[in-house]
């Protein structure tokens, strides 16, 4: 979302981001079709964090966390390994949703994407991401409420400490699955693309159909 050049323009310097199958879309529930054939798709290993502290890290754009590679994501045509996760926020404003999907046109205030790599079929992301089935992208919408979700404070508490670009943090490890929703059986599944450039039209999509809630203080942690 903060990338220096505007959306419309982004074709014009990452070919890909010009393709059919540009990401983000908006889920227009009426013209989704259920499919039989897909199944609740399984976070592997996601509990099991080991003693190794995670890295936060500010790429100028937003905050990652790397993940470690015993992480993966079973419930597709191939085992993907997890290679690490990041929030989109808005610019802020109550009407100014920060979520980069939408549903029914609604946004919600922020996204986390947990993104994976086909390693069944490439050596690594930087190979994968370049291929048609290469990623897998768990798409969390999170909207704010009333009742704290100490699971995000595992990320929140941090965002201080990398307030500029290029700064990392050690975090404890923690459980990454309390990030997801209960229900990892209701999901909109689509072929997409990164959404940010390079747009490599190589994701494979999972938007949860139930969305995560945080308290309002935890959303101003980020200010
Ligand atoms: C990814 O794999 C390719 C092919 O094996 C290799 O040339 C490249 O250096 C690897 N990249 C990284 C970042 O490991
Ligand atoms: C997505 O692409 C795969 C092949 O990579 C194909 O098998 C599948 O049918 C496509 N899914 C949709 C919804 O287009």
Not at 45 to 59: A, E, I, M, V
Request: charged share 15%; hydrophobic share 35%; net charge negative.
């Amino acid at each position: 979302r903060l990338c220096l050049v505007g959306q419309p323009e982004w074709s014009k310097y990452f070919p890909d981001c010009g393709g059919t199958s540009q990401s983000p879309v908006d889920v227009i529930t009426t013209q989704t079709k259920y499919d039989t054939s897909l199944i609740p798709v399984t976070p592997l290993g996601y509990s099991q964090h080991g003693n190794k502290p995670f890295t936060l890290y500010n790429n100028g754009h937003t905050v990652v966390i790397e993940m470690p590679e015993w992480m993966g994501l079973g419930g597709l045509p191939w085992f993907f390994t997890a290679v690490q996760m990041h929030l989109h926020w808005g610019s802020g404003g109550p009407s100014h949703g920060g979520s980069e999907h939408t549903i029914n046109g609604l946004s919600a205030d922020a996204e986390l994407h947990v993104v994976h790599y086909n390693s069944e079929l490439y050596p690594n992301v930087s190979i994968a991401m370049t291929q048609k089935d290469g990623l897998a992208v768990l798409g969390i919408l999170i909207v704010t409420g009333e009742e704290t979700n100490p699971a995000f404070n595992n990320i929140l508490n941090y965002l201080q400490r990398i307030r500029h670009a290029d700064q990392k943090v050690s975090i404890p490890a923690f459980d990454v699955q309390s990030l997801l929703p209960k229900d990892l059986g209701r999901y909109y599944r689509y072929n997409g693309s990164l959404t940010t450039p390079p747009c490599y039209q190589s994701v494979i999509w999972t938007l949860f159909h139930e969305r995560v809630q945080i308290s309002m203080a935890q959303v101003s942690l980020r200010n």
